[in-house]
């Protein structure tokens, strides 16, 4: 069974958090998002999170969206597998 995309979307952001020493709180913060958001991104209970998230979150990061989603395990992603699409 193929690991969930929100799975992948939480752990990137956990490891560009940690990359750059901030906590998913300032974020939230940076990003003008509130922190119920990014809260239930990385316990999942928001699979699928609108492209207007994504855009304040790789912001908050100095990143495009595009580049933001740019990530080995994204881009090896199995769509055809999906069961939640």
Request: some cysteine.
């Amino acid at each position: 069974m193929p690991v969930p995309i929100s799975v992948l979307i939480a752990a990137h952001i956990q490891k560009l958090c940690h990359q750059r020493g901030i906590s998913i709180y300032q974020l939230a913060q940076m990003g003008g998002l509130a922190d119920s958001t990014l809260d239930n991104i990385m316990n999942r209970r928001s699979a699928y999170p609108s492209i207007k998230t994504l855009v304040r979150i790789a912001n908050a990061f100095g990143l495009t969206v595009a580049e933001f989603l740019d990530f080995p395990a994204l881009n090896d992603y199995s769509y055809e597998d999906d069961t939640d699409a």
